[in-house]
C-alpha cells in the first residue's frame, strides 16, 4: 500500500494524477452494494407489479449510465473509454435486500474502479427513486469494491476478513 494519497501534489494542493507514462492494459473492477427495503417493495419489484415499470431494468440502464459519467460526478477522475460495463441484481428475498455487482472494462492507462462503484451507487440509487413512494426507509449500504485487475499493482481481491 503506497504510503501517501496520489491526488495531492508535494505542496499539498489537490490535482489530477498524470498517467501518461503508464502502460495501457486491460483493466477490470468488480463492486457490490445492496439496498434494503420492506418485503413488501420487493416483492412489488419481483411480481413487476411497479407502476413504474420494470425497476431492475430501469436501474441496470442507470448503472450503465452513472458508469460512463463517472468522471464528470468525481473531480478528479480521468474520462475512461470503457469497453463493458455491466449491471446483475440478485434478490435476497430472506434479507428483504437486492445485491447489485456491478464490472467495468477499459484497455487504458488507468483503473476501473471508480467505474464500477459509480455504477453500483447510481443503480441502487435508481431502485430507491422508482420505489420511494411505497417505502422511504429503504438503506443502501455495503457499496465497496470487491475485485480489481490490470495496472501496475495488479490484481487485488476482497478478503472475506475484508467485507463489511
Known amino acids: 500500500m503506497s ?7 508535494a ?11 503508464k502502460a495501457v492494459t486491460e483493466r477490470v ?21 411497479h407502476k413504474k415499470g420494470d425497476v431492475l431494468g430501469v436501474a441496470r440502464i442507470a ?3 452513472g458508469a460512463k459519467r463517472t468522471s464528470d460526478l468525481v473531480p478528479l477522475c480521468h474520462p475512461l473509454p470503457l469497453t463493458k460495463v455491466s449491471i ?4 435476497l428475498v430472506d434479507q428483504q435486500r437486492i445485491r ?3 464490472t467495468a472494462k477499459t484497455h487504458g492507462k488507468t483503473g476501473v474502479e471508480m467505474e ?26 455495503q457499496v465497496q469494491l470487491e475485485e480489481k485487475v490490470g ?4 490484481h487485488w481481491r476482497r478478503s472475506a476478513s475484508e467485507s463489511t
Open 100 to 102: 447489485c455487482e456491478a
Open 151 to 154: 495496472g501496475k499493482s495488479g
Open 88 to 91: 446483475d441484481f440478485t434478490p
Open 11 to 21: 505542496d499539498g494542493q489537490a490535482h489530477m494524477v498524470d498517467v501518461g507514462d
Open 29 to 49: 473492477a468488480i463492486a457490490s452494494g445492496f439496498i434494503r427495503m420492506q418485503a413488501e417493495t420487493l416483492a412489488m419489484i419481483l411480481e413487476g407489479g
Open 3 to 9: 504510503d501517501r494519497f496520489t491526488h495531492f501534489d
Open 116 to 141: 464500477a462503484l459509480c455504477a453500483v451507487q447510481v443503480a441502487l440509487l435508481t431502485v430507491y427513486d422508482m420505489c420511494k413512494a411505497v417505502d422511504r426507509g429503504m438503506v443502501i449500504e
Open 63 to 65: 448503472g450503465i449510465m
